[in-house]
């Protein structure tokens, strides 16, 4: 251990010169290098010391009244002199690292005791510190009223450190969404038990975290982005992973960027996936969209937001497409893109809407982080609703989202993620309104048969189970067969198909405030292909036309020929092959 | 093309006798097979008679019989063919020349498949 220069032990001892600028100095009184020993400072006062001695680190004790925001000046003193500050409980609050500026800025809701900590960082490396070893110090303080807002003060909640949850998403049974450390899906319960759903599902090579999972249909399954390197291309998927039984699916892939990417899903049950670069110029932010799917995964339309610096989407109650970023809050609506919410000094970054429309914006960066609020009409209700904690880095800004009760119901909760990746939950007395809880799809049933024949009358009925209201009915995807149509009101599909093929279509129930959704496949055949000429034509008898082999094959293994795998298929569609598959 | 069958079995006896239904079993690899295409040949063959599954057959020349086969397969009896003319059961021999499972995917390979043919029961 090195001992102090003569010069500074005399400051050591109280003999400190009076330094100009500052109305009062308080000399710091080794041993001073634990909170035991931290010696006494007030607001206002000039801390004055030296680093003295490897290792060293000296400590100053602060009583603070609570509702202030506390300033920590280092312009006066040696820039490699670090500032930490903590809570009572040794909870770090903020710092102020070598390379950082010149001042630590930041809230102190409750009332207590701080303590400021100052040291210097690789002072044993000479060629860190250019071979100083002593490191003289003037730090002012300061304090100025901070306003306290209704979701003030926060607590710590799901305090598991072996979770870890980065990108996380509120499950609909009081438990939380996220990735580990290892990047798998990972579900954290209130009590803080941790369930691996999923291993990784993404290679190495991608920057995740990957979006924030989304659970769907009261936990029944969630949706995650990731992706997969397939034949040195990178391909990106959202899985559909049920949560029983962990078995995963793809809801669908396409030309997006899964990192970081923002799920949410509307009250038809369509999917909203952005804001994402496409896979082939991800590097950057002028080729920026959203992606909108069927509750199905089938891609029914996209939002070019490029230039709009987004990082986060959300749907308000009504179902209309918002979006957030450093250049504000955007409505995205038919392909419209209107800012309904301006920066002022300060970057924007997630929205959240409660159950009526109110919005939650997270303003700010680091330790000034703030959660304020708006109404249905974007007009501020409270600018700082409430302070938010450090954010990890490795996030953006943070997560803040509503968690929902055992039953699936929103609770009223609203939580923030923190740098260790754990929770804070905002002062339940503050929060205006739950979280949207968005009805269940109702079930579209089929009467009718999935084939039909080229000139000959075909007919079949949809019908939305416990409608509350009369349906209307929508193709939403794809295209029905030339010669069939969908009644808008009685969900009849009925006509004469006029060309053979295979045809999938995307069907939209609404009735009331509820939705449905289906997928309907029919196969139309032309009328000339017979069972008993398709056999023939695989025993060597006269062949098929080409438009009708096809055809087969497309029912069929639709390998590029007529096969024995075809005509089961065929057998099947048409009702002759009982006890098969499908 | 798979194994033919008929061969592979004990040799006709002077004790066999002729008959006017054969048997075609199936001898397969797999549990999930959904489709076949047979090749039966040998003289005198007229139609398919019974089947547990959907059968249909076409005669493709003089003594060559062509038979789909479609249904949730498993190894055994297949289909039982009729003769215009009685004759040992060791005088027919078939091939399995497309097989396609129940997902109505195409194999690859029939390495494994093979027909057995014998005299129906009295």
Redesign the interface.
């Known amino acids: 251990m090195r001992f102090p220069s003569a010069a500074l032990l005399s400051l050591l001892c109280g003999a400190a010169l009076p330094v100009p600028g500052w109305s009062q100095h308080v000399n710091e009184r080794e041993p001073n290098d634990s909170f035991a020993t931290a010696t006494p400072t007030a607001a206002a006062d000039t801390l004055v010391g030296v680093i003295g001695h490897l290792y060293d680190r000296d400590l100053f004790a602060i009583n603070l009244p609570g509702a202030i925001r506390l300033t920590v000046d280092r312009s006066a003193a040696n820039w490699r002199v670090e500032v930490v500050v903590f809570d009572s409980g040794g909870a770090e609050l903020g710092q102020l690292l070598d390379i950082e500026g010149t001042t630590v800025d930041l809230p102190v809701l409750r009332a207590g005791r701080y303590y400021i900590q100052l040291s210097v960082f690789d002072q044993d490396d000479p060629s860190a510190t250019d071979g100083a070893t002593d490191f003289a110090y003037r730090i002012g303080l300061s304090t100025q009223p901070e306003p306290v807002g209704p979701g003030d003060p926060t607590t710590p909640v799901f305090r598991n450190s072996a979770a870890g949850l980065a990108r996380p998403g509120a499950g609909d049974a009081n438990d939380l969404w996220g990735y580990s450390a290892q990047g798998a899906v990972t579900r954290l319960s209130p009590d803080g038990s941790v369930t691996v759903l999923a291993q990784q599902l993404a290679p190495s090579e991608y920057d995740g975290p990957y979006g924030a999972p989304y659970t769907l249909d009261r936990s029944a399954h969630v949706l995650v982005p990731g992706g997969l390197r397939v034949d040195d291309q990178i391909r990106s998927f959202i899985w559909r992973i049920a949560i029983d039984s962990g078995a995963s699916t793809v809801f669908t892939s396409g030309d997006f960027y899964p990192s970081r990417l923002n799920v949410a899903v509307g009250r038809d049950g369509d999917v909203w996936i952005g804001p994402a670069a496409r896979v082939a110029n991800r590097i950057t932010t002028d080729s920026m969209y959203v992606w909108r799917l069927s509750p199905l995964g089938d891609p029914l339309d996209s939002v070019n937001v490029s230039g709009l610096y987004l990082e986060a989407i959300a749907l308000s109650p009504a179902g209309d497409l918002y979006a957030s970023g450093a250049s504000g809050v955007f409505r995205l609506v038919d392909h419209t893109v209107r800012r309904v919410i301006a920066p002022v000094r300060e970057e924007l970054h997630q929205i959240l809407f409660d159950r009526d429309g109110y919005v939650y914006v997270v303003k700010g960066s680091g330790w000034n982080r703030r959660l304020s609020l708006y109404d249905p009409g974007m007009a501020l209700v409270a600018d700082t609703f409430a302070h938010l904690p450090l954010a990890w880095s490795g996030d953006g800004e943070g997560q803040v989202l509503f968690a929902f009760d055992r039953a699936g119901n929103p609770n009223g909760r609203l939580l923030a993620q923190d740098a260790s990746l754990g929770f804070v939950e905002l002062n339940p007395s503050g929060v205006r309104a739950p979280g949207v809880r968005l009805p269940d799809l109702l079930r579209v049933s089929f009467a009718g048969n999935d084939s039909a024949e080229v000139g000959e009358p075909y007919s079949a009925q949809l019908q939305l189970e416990a409608a509350p209201a009369a349906t209307q009915w929508s193709v939403v995807s794809g295209a029905l067969p030339p010669g069939v149509v969908l009644g808008e009101a009685t969900g009849a599909l009925a006509g004469s198909p006029r060309v053979a093929g295979w045809y999938t279509v995307g069907v939209r129930a609404h009735s009331g405030a509820r939705y449905g959704f289906a997928r309907v496949t029919m196969v139309v055949a032309p009328g000339s292909v017979s069972v008993e000429d398709a056999q023939n034509a695989l025993l060597g008898g006269p062949a098929l036309s080409p438009q009708n082999a096809q055809l087969l094959d497309q029912i069929g293994n639709r390998n590029g020929r007529f096969d024995v795998g075809d005509l089961r298929a065929y057998l099947r569609l048409l009702g002759r092959l009982a006890a098969s598959r499908n | 093309m798979a194994s033919l069958a008929g061969c592979g079995e004990p040799p006709p006896s002077a004790t066999q006798s002729a008959t006017i239904t054969l048997v075609v079993s199936l001898v397969t690899p797999h549990a999930d097979d959904?489709?076949?295409?047979l090749t039966i040949t040998g003289p005198d063959l007229e139609s398919v008679v019974t089947t547990p599954y959907?059968a249909?057959?076409?005669a493709?020349g003089s003594g060559t019989l062509?038979?789909?086969v479609?249904?949730?397969l498993v190894a055994g009896p297949v289909v039982t063919l009729r003769l215009s003319v009685p004759h040992d059961a060791a005088a027919y021999a078939g091939t399995v020349e497309?097989?396609?499972?129940?997902?109505?995917?195409?194999r690859d390979a029939l390495t494994g498949y093979g027909l057995t043919i014998a005299p129906a029961a009295p």
């Open positions: 959904g489709a076949l295409i959907v249909y057959a076409r493709t062509r038979i789909t479609v249904g949730d497309q097989v396609a499972q129940r997902t109505d995917t195409l």
